[in-house]
């Protein structure tokens, strides 16, 4: 049950209240939450009364059953709302889909796992409302804020060493980019949306980077609570991802992070063909022989590291793991003909050093390989 900000209470009240046309839009992302849906919809009701919000979780099929809790809640109060995202990953992603499926004038970004404390929100709000910034942050690293929850000396380093690397790159200078918790303005997010990279952990980092116009930004203290329940989704794949977004941004769009990805992985399969021929050469074995294996090894952990890491939001399992990695193998097969025989082409067609016909031929072939796995196996 609860109240109308003018101290009423009872499903009248809630009723009244919930026919408020929303004047801000908390988006939560969240994966496996399903324990602090409730104490989160409970936390905002008291840090948000007398306002009219509503709150939108954005669930990515949690095998814990998250979506359940919401929909539970929201069957009783229509200010809750869930986004249930089927085959996909992704807490950048996750936020721009609830963003853009709201509709209020300005939105509030926090996390599901209570760690960002909702008594900033109203300070973060007023900070857009009355005091005409674009953008509010909540802040660990500026005087009263606090980054006591990250989860230990490890977490709290790479945090740190990230700040100090966003921070070069940053058209505009904040004290905790990487900040999960955070308001902005909807005009302004529409502005920004078109440009923003969507991978990764990152999205107010990516914003900042990404705004088509000058930012007013304020930052609000605020202190980093530890999880009371769950645990943290953050693994060392989401910093590679940070690095791909930065690189992104760099690029200024013009190179896919994906693609970059997928090169990487593909470099890091020569490597591993490399090693598998020595060693069969080392144990005798001949030099097709261990080439043959060797390309099949680096396919196979290739295919593994793409599914990991350059399509990590949309990662296949189970059959369609097994389909997915048989296509691969294919179409790389296919692109190390493609590779061969452009290769041959252009060391014939005239004096040539052999090198330059080799990059090319390799290049036709990671463009084939990207280009087509893209489509046909995780269908982006
Ligand atoms: N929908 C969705 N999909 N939500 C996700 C996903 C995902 O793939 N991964 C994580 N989340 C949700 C979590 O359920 C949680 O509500 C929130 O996003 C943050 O995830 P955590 O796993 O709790 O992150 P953290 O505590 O390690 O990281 C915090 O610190 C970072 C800076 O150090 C967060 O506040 C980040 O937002 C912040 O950038
Ligand atoms: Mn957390």
New binding site residues.
């Given amino acids: 049950m609860r109240t109308d900000g003018q101290g009423s209470v009872g499903p009248e009240a809630v009723g009244r209240e919930s026919c408020r046309p929303a004047r801000v839009s908390i988006v ?6 399903r324990d ?1 849906v409730r104490p989160m919809v409970d936390a905002l009701d008291h840090a948000l009364a007398g306002r009219a919000w509503e709150v939108i979780f ?3 099929s949690s095998p814990d059953g998250t979506i359940d809790v919401v929909r539970d809640l929201a069957a009783q109060d229509a200010r809750v709302r869930g986004i249930l ?1 089927l085959g996909r ?3 950048s992603s ?1 936020v721009i889909e609830g963003i853009l499926s709201s509709s209020a004038g300005i939105v509030a970004v926090m ?3 209570m ?2 404390d909702e008594r900033c929100l109203g300070q973060l709000l007023d900070a857009i409302e009355t005091g005409g910034n674009d953008i509010a942050i909540g802040s660990r690293h500026v005087a009263g804020g606090d980054a006591g929850g ?2 230990n000396r490890w ?1 709290r380093m790479l ?1 740190d060493a990230g700040i100090r690397v966003a921070r070069r790159f940053m058209p505009v200078k904040v004290s905790d980019p ?4 955070f308001a902005i303005r909807r005009t302004l997010f529409t502005a920004t949306a078109p440009h923003l990279s969507g991978t990764g ?2 999205i ?1 980092l990516d914003i900042l980077m990404s705004a088509p116009v000058p930012l007013r930004v304020a930052e609000i203290p605020f202190v ?1 609570r530890s ?1 009371a329940a ?5 693994d060392s794949v989401v910093l590679i991802q940070f690095a791909a977004m930065m690189l992104d941004r760099l690029c200024r769009g013009y190179l896919p992070v994906r693609f970059i990805s997928f090169c990487f992985v593909g470099l890091l399969g020569i490597g591993v063909n490399l090693g598998v021929l020595s060693v069969l050469l080392e144990c005798g074995a001949d030099f097709s022989l261990g080439q043959v294996v060797g390309t099949y090894v680096s396919m196979i952990v290739n295919f593994w590291l793409n599914n990991r890491l350059t399509y990590r939001d949309c990662r296949l399992k189970g059959a369609a793991l097994v389909r997915g990695l048989c296509l691969f193998v294919l179409i790389c097969s296919i692109g190390a003909l493609a590779n061969v025989g452009v290769a041959q082409m252009i060391l014939s067609s005239g004096p040539r050093h052999w090198t330059s016909a080799s990059v090319a031929g390799a290049a036709i072939a990671a463009v084939w390989n990207y280009a087509v796995s893209s489509t046909l196996i995780w269908k982006i």
């Fill in positions: 939560v992302p969240c994966y496996n939450e602090n954005v669930d990515d995202r990953r992704g807490l996750a996390d599901g796992d760690q960002h990250l989860a977490r945090s990487m900040s999960g918790f952990f990152k107010l980093f999880r769950g645990e943290s989704k953050l």
